[in-house]
């Protein structure tokens, strides 16, 4: 089938075109257009909802001419468009554009829930000449979803059967305050980095460990690594580099860039021990066979290899399915994949049936 998807829950406006064959596992990408207003944002140090809302509005029949160029609507087999979790004005968007296109070409709706986009595009592996295959992982699979919004460990028990929309996903934990994308956002901006602060947060951590800089004489806390669930909380985390910068600057001095680089290496650690270690907490007590890690902060390759020896340590032997290069962020490809097996089920939005943006969409 030939998914036209779009993408709007954020800061990021995406269109997609894609033939999948739910059956075989595969497909293709005809076009994958996406328009980033971080630079945007910047300024505010985070994505500002109503900027977003009309940045969205400005992009979306753009991307959808370049994408629709050679192509006619009558070849499209739906529509899928994410309705949440995510900013509501943002999303509104998506939605209101999808609608009246489904009207004017006369097509079907899917809603894809943003989340699940974020599960498919680390199952995604792209090959040569736009073709791809989409994994099939041992059940039952963990999902730590890492984002700007999210921090959720969910246990996965199935690709699911026809028209059951909600039940083989499981919550077992999240963030009780601040998401970890969040935090990385945050202390880049206590840092005076830039937005979005993971890459740039990231970067630094990394020449600290290149160059070996000494840690902190005092190292951050690492929020609930005890606490004996799956939740987390990033927020005393966030607090904790404020507290030291305030010491560290209280007469005067400004932080020089080994300093900066120290305490996004140590910020970076404290996020990365808490996650691996929940995680593989959360997956040896449900006997994961597979770990999927997806979302924004699923590109940082540090937390990725601590989550890898976190499991090595603990001897468990589960594969790991992280998202390619350039699939981490937000994007309409993952929503057009998790759409199709939507559709193969039927999970259309059917007649009278009202679709709305829900910012606290679960999965
Ligand atoms: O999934 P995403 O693109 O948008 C949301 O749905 O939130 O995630 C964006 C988040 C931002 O907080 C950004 O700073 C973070 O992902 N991020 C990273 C990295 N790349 C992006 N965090 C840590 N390390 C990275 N390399
Ligand atoms: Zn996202």
């Not at 934990?173 to 602060?197: I, Q």
Request: overall charge negative.
């Amino acid at each position: 089938m030939r998914l036209l998807a779009i993408e709007t829950s954020c800061d990021e406006t995406g269109v997609s075109l894609v033939d999948v064959d739910v059956e075989s596992r595969a497909g293709t990408i005809l076009a994958d257009e996406l328009a980033s207003q971080a630079a945007l944002h910047a300024e505010y140090g985070g994505v500002y909802p109503t900027l977003a809302k009309r940045e969205h509005q400005k992009a979306l029949p753009l991307l959808l001419e370049r994408v629709m160029r050679g192509y006619d609507a009558t070849s499209v087999s739906a529509i899928a468009v994410t309705h949440g979790p995510g900013l509501e004005p943002a999303l509104w968007t998506g939605i209101e554009f999808a609608k009246s296109l489904a009207h004017e070409w006369g097509k079907l709706i899917v809603p894809v829930n943003h989340m699940e986009g974020h599960i498919y595009s680390a199952l995604l592996k792209r090959e040569e000449n736009s073709k791809f295959t989409i994994l099939n992982p041992n059940y039952p699979a963990v999902a730590l979803l890492i984002s700007g919004g999210h921090t959720d460990i969910t246990l996965i028990t199935g690709e699911g059967e026809p028209a059951c929309r909600t039940d083989r996903y499981e919550y077992l934990g999240s963030t009780r305050d601040d998401a970890v994308g969040e935090a990385f956002d945050k202390v880049a901006r206590m840092l005076a980095l830039g937005y979005p602060g993971g890459p740039l947060i990231s970067k630094l951590a990394q020449e600290a460990r290149d160059s070996n800089l000494p840690p902190l004489e005092q190292s951050l806390p690492r929020p609930m690594l005890k606490s004996g669930d799956f939740d987390f909380s990033f927020s005393g985390l966030k607090t904790a580099v404020l507290y030291h910068i305030k010491r560290a600057t209280e007469s005067g001095h400004v932080l020089t860039e080994d300093e900066q680089r120290q305490v996004a290496r140590e910020f970076e650690d404290a996020a990365a021990d808490v996650l691996a270690s929940k995680v593989a907490a959360a997956a040896a007590e449900h006997g994961a066979q597979t770990l999927i890690i997806g979302g924004g902060v699923a590109a940082n390759s540090h937390i990725n290899t601590r989550i890898k020896e976190q499991f090595a340590r603990e001897h468990l032997d589960i594969a790991v399915y992280t998202p390619g290069k350039g699939l981490a962020g937000d994007n309409a490809l993952m929503i057009a994949i998790a759409g199709a097996f939507r559709a193969e089920r039927g999970e259309y939005l059917t007649e009278g049936e009202e679709l709305r943006a829900h910012g606290t969409l679960r999965l």
